[in-house]
């Protein structure tokens, strides 16, 4: 068996504890991941392979291709918490392995591209969103594999994928997927004098390639929609979040350089010092990072314009992030160890102020687990990962050192089977739900009332129809097709076309309903659970009888 395909295997094994180990334990949580299954759900339920639906209604806020794979999985493992996350985690699997390859393509060395690709594993960012539904994941893998492609063979071949991925990644989350990667090769052909590259005959033929796979469905949704279609999803979620800040407070030059430091932990402090290498490589030319420069400008250029920001729209550039800080890392700890160990020591005293906060949290607030054993075996974790740590670091077993960073986090994880039913109601409207539905079983038919947060995990979890209870707040960015109540009087009248409603209210809106009511209805809290409360409200006249 060659080197190489040991350490892929060893990375898809890993990739098994870092990526799906519990993701069946944890319900789908709100507001994002029960609003893409529910659609894949709703979906089944119209025998729609092409619309995605939502609240019984065509819905265009992304494209299809996730809908599409959650629809595979549900056929596979039927609908559930892990088939809803299964595609998310694979794509980040493939990504893994994707940077694998494409650091032996731009370093040459083998246990360096290890190291690159065990980096982004161990990222929290990517993990987490390896973990959770969005269409985040697949299309950045895909503009990856698009990239890969380029870099392997800067002829037919590569081309030829690199606009299949690309299409797939427009698909998965609409013209970006294009605009990213072809941005990348563009500067990265500028910098090394080889322009000329994007005017041969493969480019057209590529051209021809991306526009079959990628075209079809919007075709067909701008001729069965039209002016619908094209307003939601390429005004409203297109044009309108570049001119528009869809969460103010994001807004800032600053958030995305934060973001993207913070996201990599545990290598956070590795990756400032990358950068500076990188720079510095630059300098002498070097293609490869020249390549990976490429990448991290294209990707800034084009989110850092926009007023809209998330964290989540920058997950393309984490791929590029993990090349430059594993090569970083592996050269310091093989040619510069004593900068590798200073590094190494200020992470360690970052990870044991994070443990110590862990734990003291934990007994804090106590109250709310059912035990506190599993904080303490978290502490024991990280003495005896600590202990190992400092062992290795005298023993000058660098290597060692790297590999017990990047399992920090997944020992953390590896309490979630103890913990999960403690957290679960904080993420999710799961119990809440189902202590309705078990308990309360009313006139499906009826109205169920919602705060905005919980509204999407609601519908999911009890297939009711909803409405949201949200007094002076603002609607969503793309409003759906339900009764948006944000006024006392629009409450009112709602809460008039039945004899009585259940709400699933998160505490803040307790006042706004007791406030509605007055003396025209009468309300009371059934259950509280998490963060939830469930509430009974019915007409006064009603009540009294």
Same mark, same amino acid.
């Given at each position: ?5 040991? =350490?892929?295997?060893?990375?898809? *094994? ?26 894949? /759900?709703?979906?089944?339920? &119209? ?37 809803? @996350? ?13 940077? =694998? ?68 990644? *427009? ?7 294009? !605009? $990213? ?55 409203? +979620?297109?044009? @309108? @979040? ?20 913070? &996201? ?17 490589? $630059? ?6 990072? !020249? ?148 308990? %309360? ?32 707040? /603002? ?12 006024? +006392?009087? /629009? ?15 998160? /505490? ?7 406030? *509605? ?5 009468? %309300? ?22």
């Amino acid at each position: 068996m060659s080197k190489d395909l040991k =350490y892929i295997l060893a990375l898809i *094994v890993l990739s098994y504890f870092f990526l799906f180990y519990g993701n069946n334990l944890i319900s789908l949580t709100n507001p994002d991941e029960v609003f893409y299954v529910q659609t894949a /759900k709703e979906m089944v339920q &119209c025998r729609s392979w092409m619309t995605p639906i939502l609240f019984d209604q065509p819905q265009f806020e992304k494209p299809i291709l996730l809908y599409w794979l959650l629809r595979i999985s549900f056929l596979i493992f039927g609908v559930n918490n892990f088939s809803g @996350r299964f595609f998310c985690a694979f794509f980040a699997l493939v990504g893994v392995v994707a940077v =694998y390859l494409l650091a032996r393509l731009l370093f040459e060395e083998k246990k360096k591209a290890f190291i690159c690709a065990l980096v982004l594993l161990s990222c929290g960012f990517y993990m987490g969103m390896g973990r959770t539904v969005f269409t985040d994941m697949p299309f950045s893998v895909l503009i990856l594999l698009a990239l890969l492609s380029f870099f392997w063979k800067q002829n037919g071949v590569g081309i030829i994928l690199f606009f299949i991925f690309s299409a797939l990644a *427009v698909l998965a989350k609409g013209p970006l997927g294009l !605009l $990213i990667p072809l941005l990348t090769i563009t500067i990265f052909l500028i910098l090394t004098r080889r322009i000329k590259l994007l005017f041969s005959g493969y480019i057209l033929l590529g051209v021809v390639i991306f526009l079959v796979i990628a075209l079809p469905w919007y075709i067909l949704m701008t001729a069965k929609y039209g002016w619908a279609f094209l307003q939601e999803f390429f005004y409203n +979620d297109h044009y @309108r @979040r570049l001119v528009e800040a869809e969460h103010p407070g994001n807004d800032t030059w600053y958030f995305y350089p934060l973001t993207m430091l913070g &996201c990599m932990f545990p290598w956070t402090l590795f990756l400032a010092a990358s950068l500076v290498y990188l720079f510095w490589r $630059i300098k002498r030319g070097d293609a490869s990072y !020249l390549f990976i420069f490429s990448w991290i400008i294209s990707v800034f250029l084009i989110f850092q314009s926009a007023h809209s920001k998330l964290t989540s729209y920058i997950l393309p550039l984490f791929p590029a992030l993990a090349l430059t800080c594993g090569s970083f890392i592996y050269d310091s700890a093989m040619y510069r160890k004593r900068q590798f160990s200073v590094l190494l020591g200020l992470m360690w005293i970052v990870l044991l102020l994070m443990a110590v906060g862990i734990v003291f949290a934990a007994l804090k607030f106590s109250s709310y687990l059912s035990s506190i054993r599993p904080i303490y075996f978290i502490a024991l974790v990280f003495i005896f990962w600590l202990g190992m740590s400092f062992f290795c670091f005298l023993r000058k077993k660098y290597m060692a050192a790297i590999y017990l960073l990047a399992l920090y986090l997944p020992a953390i994880l590896s309490v979630i089977p103890f913990i999960h039913r403690d957290i679960d109601p904080y993420l999710s409207s799961e119990a809440v739900c189902a202590y309705l539905v078990q308990n %309360y079983p009313a006139d499906k038919n009826g109205y169920l009332i919602s705060s905005k947060a919980y509204v999407r995990g609601t519908r999911y979890y009890t297939g009711r129809k909803v409405a949201v209870f949200a007094p002076y707040a /603002k609607n969503f960015f793309s409003p759906h097709p339900i009764p948006f109540l944000d006024s +006392d009087e /629009k409450a009112r009248d709602f809460l008039r076309k039945q004899p009585l409603f259940y709400c699933f209210l998160k /505490k803040s809106s307790l006042g706004d309903l007791k406030r *509605v009511a007055d003396k025209e209805f009468v %309300y009371q809290i059934i259950k509280h659970i998490g963060n939830q409360y469930l509430v009974k409200i019915e007409q006064a006249e009603n009540y009294k009888k």
